[in-house]
Structures are given as structure tokens and as C-alpha cells.
């Protein structure tokens, strides 16, 4: 029977460790490999609370993940940042990622926040504005402790215009700053006049008439544009072409309208219509509406913020409320521009993984054919492994976000930290890669896995609220 056994052709589960996998891989044996890790990393006393409490966490995780379903994001304005965000200061310099001190940032974060201080005519030159934050007379301080997301370095300041997106479902609203375009720019860490006069162009000119052209539509519901973006072949991270195409048609015949030079209205125009990534911020504004929601919610397992500062990756659980569990910022992975290669790359930064939070971008990889190479992920079955693989860390699926090319499934919603840490499977992340030293901008594209640290960390944390 045995011998029988043996001298037909095999079909593979391996289960555990993935060197074994491998090696049948690499002999042509089809295999199929399964993660494994014991409940709870292996800590009896978490995984004996779960076990007691799970009927509870589930329940309280149904709750978290109608609200990210029943969302409706509406555009509804741009307005300067310190006229909508509490407590903003013109001292005040917003930035991507959890809490981080001057001398522990990145190069491009130190680049941004010297272009920021003096984009606010606070110092003329670099070395005035080091001795400003040195100091202590320029305050720091994350974007999500004031309700609004940035991508890359994600500076926000005083006389920066954001866009405001409500959550017309339960009322909360979120702000996100504008999206610059490519080339030499703030978010990936340049400080030059080029960059400073574009930001002086946002405050006086794009964001008032972006306002008006907003009002002019009674409000723009984003949800709606993702969702037919996502069957279009945007994953709404690295590819942002038919939502931003399809924003384009709804603002531009209000800005026609505008009382206002044509020169200037052509200039707006031609920026918002050739900028492929100027969907990106609104998309990101619209995740933090939908997520802030679910802060506080008792014995939710579930992720509501994942964000980085190009030194360290945080991430924020709903029934730990505004608590940060942090790791080591990853790096990247994926395909540089001609020139460059990973030992100019910084690890990775952004507010923008509040995307992959409400079950885009890396976690919707199938989404997206095109994208795929683009990120270094293969081929298109790759993209659908990874996003099946982040359907193992889910806890739901979206109602309205769906998968063409796996016959119009929900994409994977709701990261639950339970199953990170059980199947030892991260978070995927579609991103941006900056060079390490500010001022030189974006180098590459790829994929980056979240910090293993930030989940166990956050699930001990977890486990101490069940108990209380």
C-alpha cells in the first residue's frame, strides 16, 4: 500500500514551516503551503482569553465592520488647515507616521519639515529652522492626533489647504492635504523654491477654487468613485488613473464656471487632469473617515490606523482607542527607477496605509493587472495570492469594494490582530519608495510588509482590556 503510495504522482499540503514547501517546489511537486503558528503566538495565557472571550470580540468586530460597510465619505470642501483642524498652531508642523522626535526622523522627513517651517515664513533658510525646532519653538506632532492623514513625509501646516471629508453615516469628518504631483516635492522630502512656490499656488489658488468648484456640486460622494475605480484597475494606492480621471469629470465643468481668469482655471485644470495621483490624498481622507468611527469600540480586535514616519510603523487597534504600538519601519521592496537601487532607498513612510486599513491598495492587488509589475509583484497570480493571502488576516469582506478579476468578491476588510499574530501572515503595503536623503524624491515603487511587532504588541495590549 505504501509503495503503491509512493510510486504515484503527489499532491502536497505542507503545513508549518516553508522550507519544506520549497524544496518540493523547486523538484516540481505540486504544493500548497499553509502558515501555521500556535494560537496567540503561543502564549497560553492570551490564547486561553480569547478562547473565552471570542463569542464577545466577534460580536464587537460585526459591529466595526458594518460601520466601515455602511461609510459614505462625502467630499465637501478644501479649506485652510488651521480653520478646520483643532489646536493648530502656526508653529505647529504636521507629520506622517506615530509620535517621533526631531533627531530620530529620516532624512526626507528633516527635509520636508524645513521646507514646511519656511513655506510658513518662519525662518528664511535651513539652519534658522533648525535652530526653531531645536528650540522647542516649533511644536511636531502626527496628523492623526488632529484628525487628518499625508502621504510619504505628510506635511500638513497652518496656511495649507485640506481637503474635508464628512462621514454623512455617522458625522465624524477627516482632512487630507492636496496632492502635489511628481517630481521635486514636499511629500518625498524636497525643500526648494520650486516646491515652496507650488504650496504658495495651493493656498491662493487651487484650494479656494477647488472649494468653490466642490460647493458648486453639493458634495462629492468618494465612496462611490472607488468602487467604480476598483472595477476600472485601481487598487487606490500606487494606481489611482480612473478615480482620478473620474474625479476629473466631476470637478472640471464646475471650475469652468468659476469667476475667475481662464488662464488660471486652465492651469487648475490641466494640474488635476495630469496628475494620475491626485486621487490618492482624497482616497486616503475618505479612509480615516471611515475608520475614526470605530475608535473606542470595546472588544474590537480590529485595525483602524496603520501609518509610518520613515523610522517606525505604527498602528492602532479599536477597542485600544488612540493607544500607538510601534515597530521598526521595513523596508521596501520592488522595482527602482534607472540609477538607483536599495541602498538608496528609506524605509517606508506614509499616513497612506489607512488605504490598506479599509481593504485596498496592497490587500486589493488583484484589483489592479496593471499595477502588478509595476510593484514587482510578478504576475496577476501573484496579485490574487496576496490578496487571498490578506483574506486570511480579515476578519469580513467589503460590501462595496469587488474584485472583477475573482468573479466580484469583496476585497478582504477588517485587519483583526488575532489573526496576524495566530498565522504569522503581515499586512501588504503598495508604496512609494523614497531616497534616503531628502530633496532627491521618489526612487521606485514596490510592496512592504507591516512590522510583525506592531500586532503582538498590540494584541498583549488587547488581551489586558478583555480582562479588565
Not at 460585526?62 to 508653529?91: C, F, R, S, W
Not at 478615480?243 to 469667476?259: E, G, M, W
Not at 496577476?380 to 469582506?397: F, H, L, N, P
Request: net charge negative; with cysteine.
Amino acid at each position: 500500500m505504501s509503495n503503491n503510495l509512493l510510486n504515484q504522482k503527489l499532491n502536497v499540503v505542507n503545513i508549518g514551516l516553508e522550507l519544506f514547501s520549497q524544496t518540493l517546489v523547486k523538484q516540481d511537486v505540486p504544493t500548497m503551503h499553509v502558515s501555521w503558528r500556535p494560537p496567540a503566538g503561543g502564549n497560553k495565557a492570551v490564547a486561553k482569553l480569547l478562547d473565552k472571550y471570542e463569542e464577545r470580540i466577534n460580536a464587537a468586530n460585526e459591529v466595526v465592520i458594518k460601520m466601515y460597510n455602511d461609510a459614505q465619505p462625502i467630499l465637501t470642501g478644501v479649506k485652510p488647515a488651521h480653520t478646520v483642524l483643532k489646536g493648530l498652531t502656526k508653529e505647529t508642523i504636521l507629520h506622517a507616521g506615530p509620535p517621533i522626535q526631531w533627531e530620530d526622523m529620516c532624512g526626507p522627513m528633516q527635509g520636508a519639515i524645513l521646507g514646511a517651517v519656511q513655506f510658513e515664513g518662519l525662518a528664511e533658510n535651513d539652519e534658522k529652522a533648525v535652530q526653531l525646532i531645536k528650540s522647542g519653538q516649533i511644536k511636531l506632532a502626527p496628523n492623526h492626533h488632529h484628525g487628518s492623514v499625508g502621504p510619504m513625509t505628510g506635511m500638513i501646516t497652518y496656511h495649507m489647504p485640506v481637503f474635508e471629508v464628512r462621514n454623512e453615516t455617522f458625522g465624524n469628518v477627516a482632512y487630507c492635504s492636496i496632492n502635489e504631483g511628481l517630481g521635486k516635492v514636499m511629500r518625498f522630502g524636497a525643500n526648494d523654491p520650486e516646491v515652496i512656490e507650488r504650496l504658495i499656488w495651493f493656498r491662493d489658488s487651487l484650494g479656494p477654487a477647488l472649494d468653490q468648484a466642490i460647493a458648486l456640486c453639493g458634495g462629492i460622494n468618494l465612496k462611490v468613485i472607488m468602487a467604480q475605480a476598483v472595477a476600472m484597475g485601481d487598487e487606490m494606492h500606487q494606481r489611482n488613473i480612473a478615480a482620478s480621471s473620474l474625479f476629473a469629470r466631476k470637478i472640471c465643468p464646475q471650475i469652468a464656471q468659476l469667476t475667475m481668469d481662464n488662464d488660471e482655471k486652465a492651469k487648475i485644470t490641466k494640474f488635476i487632469c495630469n496628475n494620475d495621483q491626485f486621487f490618492l490624498n482624497l482616497a486616503m481622507a475618505a479612509g480615516k473617515s471611515i475608520t475614526d468611527p470605530a475608535k473606542g469600540i470595546k472588544d474590537s480586535s480590529i485595525v483602524t490606523v496603520m501609518c509610518r514616519n520613515g523610522t517606525e510603523f505604527g498602528v492602532k487597534v479599536a477597542a485600544t482607542g488612540e493607544e500607538w504600538f510601534t515597530a521598526p519601519a521595513n523596508m521596501p521592496e520592488g522595482l527602482y527607477f534607472p540609477g538607483f537601487g536599495p541602498e538608496d532607498a528609506n524605509p517606508d513612510m506614509g499616513d497612506s496605509a489607512i488605504i490598506e486599513v479599509i481593504g485596498l491598495g496592497g490587500i486589493a492587488m488583484a484589483a489592479s493587472p496593471a499595477v502588478v509589475r509595476f510593484v514587482g509583484a510578478g504576475s496577476q497570480e501573484d496579485a490574487v495570492r496576496y490578496t487571498k493571502e490578506m483574506g486570511e488576516i480579515s476578519y469580513a469582506k467589503s460590501t462595496q469594494f469587488l474584485l472583477a478579476t475573482m468573479n466580484f468578491e469583496g476585497v478582504p476588510l477588517g485587519i483583526d490582530i488575532r489573526k496576524v499574530v495566530e498565522t504569522g501572515i503581515v499586512p501588504v503595503i503598495n508604496t512609494g519608495m523614497a531616497h534616503r536623503k531628502p530633496g532627491i524624491g521618489q526612487i521606485g515603487a514596490g510592496v512592504v510588509k507591516a512590522p510583525y511587532g506592531c500586532f503582538e504588541k498590540a494584541l498583549e495590549a488587547f488581551v489586558g482590556k478583555l480582562a479588565d
